[in-house]
């Protein structure tokens, strides 16, 4: 990996990872691309629709980029309300990218999801090689995109790589419209306002992972050797389970005051509900050493420092 495109760069997860790859291999071997300019100040950077397979294909070739960390997606809340712009630009877009990394010898990185899960997986733990029958266009998208991915690997032979990521909290950049987001507006309002009105209902748990953590899983996957890599598309990594309450429990270690209540969106709590409430990572854990270094209390403290820095 010596000269990267990131498509998405500007969301939740591209803002850090493209700042990550960076320090690890320079700013000008890794270009930024996304429909939004966020960040663009920070390094090479172009505009570029994944959808439009033309325009990824050219920001590729100009760079000479031998990886793509494909992060451009809509996530799961957004999808529900826009499934046809979800199917063009998930589907879509992975089609356009792997098409471009076929014929410019490229490997490629892409996230799955929870999501990839739905109602009749085994919900906990849900093992790695399991049924996949989500019932969410997200959901969907991800487990075509996973099988996609296999088969660009089996047929020609793509270095494609991808992890099934949880809910993940951060503070750099807000999330996108996914039904985990209220782990990180909890902590947004906890430092605002005191108090936090969840639209997920007490006791819904999900896994969930620091973003440290979820871009160093992606980079450690794709500097793994290839022989040791049974699966590729996609590993499941977890870091903790949470619940509503159970964050609440944890921010009033430092803000006893804090408050949390419920009004709960019944399309998002549907979602949740078709999730698995913990994944068996032991697969990732086998074949290329994931471990997650932060807990539910050390990534609180972290969270709470930097937003109360930030905001
Ligand atoms: P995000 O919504 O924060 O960012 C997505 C980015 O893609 C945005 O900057 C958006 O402008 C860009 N984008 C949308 N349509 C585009 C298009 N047509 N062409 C180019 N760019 C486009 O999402 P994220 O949280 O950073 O997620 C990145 C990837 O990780 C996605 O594949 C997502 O499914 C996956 N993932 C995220 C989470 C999470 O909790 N954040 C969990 C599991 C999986
Ligand atoms: N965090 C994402 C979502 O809620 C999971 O893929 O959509």
Redesign the pocket.
């Known amino acids: 990996m010596k000269r990267i495109v990131v498509?998405?760069a500007?969301?939740?997860?591209?803002t850090e990872m493209v700042a990550r790859l960076r320090d690890e291999y320079g700013t000008d071997a890794v270009l930024a691309t996304?429909?939004?300019s966020a960040g663009s100040e920070l390094g090479p950077f172009a505009f570029?629709?994944?959808?439009n397979g033309e325009s990824l294909d050219a920001a590729v070739g100009r760079h000479r980029a031998d990886t793509i960390f494909h992060?451009?997606?809509?996530?799961s809340a957004v999808g529900e309300r826009r499934p046809q712009l979800t199917y063009q630009?998930n589907i879509g877009?992975l089609f356009n990218v792997l098409e471009v990394a076929r014929a410019r010898g490229c490997a490629v990185f892409t996230?799955?999801?929870?999501a990839a899960f739905g109602p009749n997986t085994p919900p906990d733990p849900t093992p790695q090689d399991t049924i996949q029958r989500p019932n969410t266009m997200y959901g969907v998208s991800?487990v075509a995109g996973e099988l996609l991915c296999d088969y660009y690997f089996t047929r020609f032979g793509l270095d494609t790589r991808g992890v099934r990521?949880?809910?993940?909290i951060s503070h750099v950049?807000e999330?996108?419209?996914?039904t985990?987001d209220y782990a990180v507006e909890i902590y947004y309002e906890a430092v605002r306002r005191n108090r936090y009105e969840c639209f997920l209902a007490e006791g819904t748990q999900l896994d969930m992972m620091y973003m440290p953590d979820a871009i160093r899983a992606a980079i450690e996957l794709m500097e793994a050797p290839a022989d040791s890599l049974a699966h590729r598309n996609a590993f499941n990594v977890t870091a903790m389970q949470l619940t509503p309450e159970k964050i609440a429990e944890s921010i009033r270690r430092r803000r006893p005051d804090f408050e949390l209540s419920y009004d709960v969106d019944p399309e998002r709590q549907a979602i949740a509900e078709s999730w698995p409430r913990r994944i068996d990572d032991s697969a990732a854990r086998t074949e290329w050493g994931w471990e997650a270094r932060y807990d539910l209390e050390a990534m609180t403290d972290e969270m709470l420092d930097e937003l109360e820095r930030k905001l």
């Open positions: 498509t998405g500007a969301g939740q997860i591209g996304d429909i939004r570029v629709d994944v959808t992060l451009a997606a809509v996530l630009v877009g996230p799955s999801s929870i991800k990521y949880p809910g993940l950049a999330p996108g419209g996914g985990t």
